[in-house]
């Protein structure tokens, strides 16, 4: 009986040929001989590639090791450097330890005045008188700051002795006799005004900072900076502002430098209205070297200064009589109608070198004249004769 075929659904696979045992055979050898060859052969290892860790930056510097960098090297340029830095070094702590190590630590308070040793620099302490965080309340605190440091040197029997030492309640009133006796500030000789404080708006503090800082016989940079420039158009602001203590200020500033020109003289008088006391600064400074600057530069007797005044009935005759003195260096600065002198503000030279109210005559005013042109500088022979020798006697 033949059976019936059943049909399988799905794919048909072909079947492999069958190889050779002989095949086989040869090719299993020709594996085993290869890999029995590769065996032999030496094995090259893999070296891991190793990087030398990077050096830290200063932003990856500690807070504490980037000040201890900071104090030790001196150098303002680092806090510039970097935002990241900046932001780091810009705390009241570190700016107040800063302002007293190229200030107050400069000058060995120990020794006598005459034998001290003096090591300030009046570049650094310009560029940190122009730093923004120098304000007049920074100032203030670093007189109260340098006033307990040098109560600290002296010992704890000073602390409690009847003799005070001067502080920061010497910069109430802003009276020169008074805060230039404060003796531990060490200003350099010959630092510079920053030009922050050279033009307006003229606040309080800012004119207070830039009238304190101009009785320390402060400077403008004329020749490595524009800050001259600035102050001749900061004078007019002052001027029009009638801010009586920045004009004192700039009055001086631009004195010594023979920079009070007609110019601002005829600003004064017919633009902004001829304002005695604004008038008493200008013309007291500029009467002082006015015999060594050309009258094309200034002139007392201006055609136009005096056309003013006879327009001006009262106010024009005070001016002609001002006028008429400063071209004589003979206007003193205090006036016999001044019965309430505290009104008006002090000459910034008012202090221990300089009275103000002394009445003129030939010695006052070469006294006057060489303060002028030795400003900020010891100008007594004797002092000069003495380091001269000191000098010697050191190399």
Not at 43 to 50: D, F
Not at 261 to 271: K, S
Not at 357 to 362: E, V, Y
Request: proline content about 4%.
């Amino acid at each position: 009986m033949d059976l019936t075929p059943v049909k399988i659904r799905g794919r048909k696979r072909k079947l492999p040929a069958l190889i050779p045992a002989r095949l086989q055979s040869s090719k299993v050898s020709s594996q085993s001989s290869s890999q029995a060859s590769l065996d032999d052969r030496p094995r090259k290892r893999k070296v891991k590639k190793t990087t030398p860790p990077a050096m830290p930056s200063l932003q990856g510097l500690p807070q504490e090791l980037l000040e201890m960098i900071f104090l030790y090297s001196m150098n303002i340029a680092l806090p510039r450097c970097s935002p990241s830095i900046g932001r780091k070094l810009s705390s009241r702590h570190v700016t107040m330890k800063f302002t007293m190590r190229s200030f107050f630590d400069t000058v060995d308070h120990r020794t006598n005045t005459r034998d001290r040793k003096v090591t300030s620099d009046p570049q650094l302490q310009s560029s940190v008188l122009s730093c923004h965080f120098f304000t007049y309340k920074f100032f203030l605190d670093y007189v109260k700051t340098a006033h307990d440091a040098i109560i600290r040197l002296r010992g704890k029997a000073w602390e409690k002795a009847s003799v005070p030492v001067l502080g920061v309640e010497e910069f109430e009133d802003l009276w020169v006799f008074k805060f230039t006796k404060v003796p531990y500030l060490s200003f350099a000789g010959g630092f510079h005004i920053p030009e922050k404080l050279l033009h307006g708006p003229f606040t309080k503090d800012k004119t207070s900072l830039l009238y304190v800082l101009v009785s320390l016989s402060g400077e403008i940079d004329w020749t490595g900076s524009m800050a001259g420039e600035v102050a001749k158009t900061g004078i007019k602001e002052a001027i029009k502002e009638r801010n009586e203590r920045a004009v004192a200020a700039f009055t001086v500033l631009l004195g010594i430098s023979k920079a009070i020109t007609t110019d601002v003289l005829r600003y004064a008088v017919i633009n902004c209205g001829c304002e005695i006391n604004i008038l008493r600064h200008l013309l007291f400074n500029a009467q002082i070297l006015a015999h060594e600057t050309s009258k094309e530069i200034l002139d007392f007797y201006d055609p136009k200064l005096w056309a003013w005044a006879d327009a001006h009935g009262e106010r024009g005759c005070v001016l002609k009589d001002m006028l008429k003195k400063a071209d004589a260096f003979n206007l003193e600065f205090y006036f016999e109608q001044d019965a309430d002198w505290t009104q008006i503000v002090g000459f910034p030279y008012g202090g221990s070198r300089f009275d103000i109210r002394t009445a003129f005559d030939a010695v006052v005013r070469e006294l006057l004249g060489n303060l002028y042109r030795n400003h900020g500088r010891k100008i007594t022979r004797k002092r000069r004769q003495r380091s001269e020798q000191r000098v010697v006697e050191e190399a």
